[in-house]
T-cell receptor, first 112, second 116 residues
Framework: GENVEQHPSTLSVQEGDSAVIKCTYS??????FPWYKQELGKRPQLIID?????GEKKDQRIAVTLNKTAKHFSLHITETQPEDSAVYFC???????????FGTGTRLQVFP | GAVVSQHPSRVICKSGTSVKIECRSL??????MFWYRQFPKQSLMLMAT?????????EQGVEKDKFLINHASLTLSTLTVTSAHPEDSSFYIC????????????FGPGTRLLVL
């Protein structure tokens, strides 16, 4: 089955700096890769997603890149702000399933 | 759009009792609903997938007789934790997807269960 690895587990940056979180997946047939942000005690919120027919997608300060050959995808947050502090989860979905397999999460702290 | 609600938000119960958690899609018809469990500082672990009108599909290691799932309509799924024990204490989160955008899952706010 699909396996998703996520790094780093924690990330601390200064406000205004960029943050990058990386995920690798095992199933080459996976075709959908969302990123979720979860604040403490709250629901995961979809912040950006990418499908396998696209290499990069950007939404304001957030971007996701996908390298299908290497089976990895990354989340890029530019000009970080303290409110970006949260746990971020990547996920992958195989072609013949509805299930999302989640990474282990990255705790991002943005210091003012 | 794509709002998912969950009730109750938190529940405390005695060991041996059963607890029912409701998950509702408020502004769309959910073709599929998913139930996850999340322990502190851990990732989301899928428990089961349910489609309206059919039996839920449980992940390996999840006891279907202990975690009863009913998906009676396109807007409501329920998870009943039967004979709850302290080790069942966790954060239970549902999500839903709809026909035209089946890949995307929208999450409910979660239910924090504490079994004493």
């Amino acid at each position: 089955g699909e396996n998703v690895e996520q790094h780093p587990s924690t990330l601390s940056v200064q406000e205004g700096d960029s943050a990058v979180i990386k995920c690798t997946y095992s199933d080459s047939a996976s075709n959908y890769f969302p990123w979720y942000k979860q604040e403490l005690g709250k629901r995961p919120q979809l912040i950006i997603d990418i499908r396998s027919n696209v290499g990069e997608k950007k939404d304001q300060r957030i971007a996701v890149t996908l390298n299908k050959t290497a089976k990895h995808f990354s989340l890029h947050i530019t000009e970080t702000q303290p409110e970006d502090s949260a746990v971020y989860f990547c996920a992958a979905k195989g072609m013949d399933t509805d299930k999302l397999i989640f990474g282990t999460g990255t705790r991002l702290q943005v210091f003012p | 759009g794509a709002v998912v609600s969950q009730h109750p938000s938190r529940v405390i119960c005695k060991s041996g009792t059963s607890v029912k958690i409701e998950c509702r899609s408020l502004d769309f018809q959910a073709t599929t609903m998913f139930w996850y469990r999340q322990f502190p500082k851990q990732s989301l672990m899928l428990m089961a997938t349910s489609n309206e009108g059919s039996k839920a599909t449980y992940e390996q290691g999840v006891e279907k007789d202990k975690f009863l799932i009913n998906h009676a309509s396109l807007t409501l799924s329920t998870l009943t934790v039967t004979s709850a024990h302290p080790e069942d204490s966790s954060f239970y989160i549902c999500s839903a997807s709809f026909l035209n955008l089946q890949e995307t899952q929208y999450f409910g706010p979660g239910t924090r269960l504490l079994v004493l």
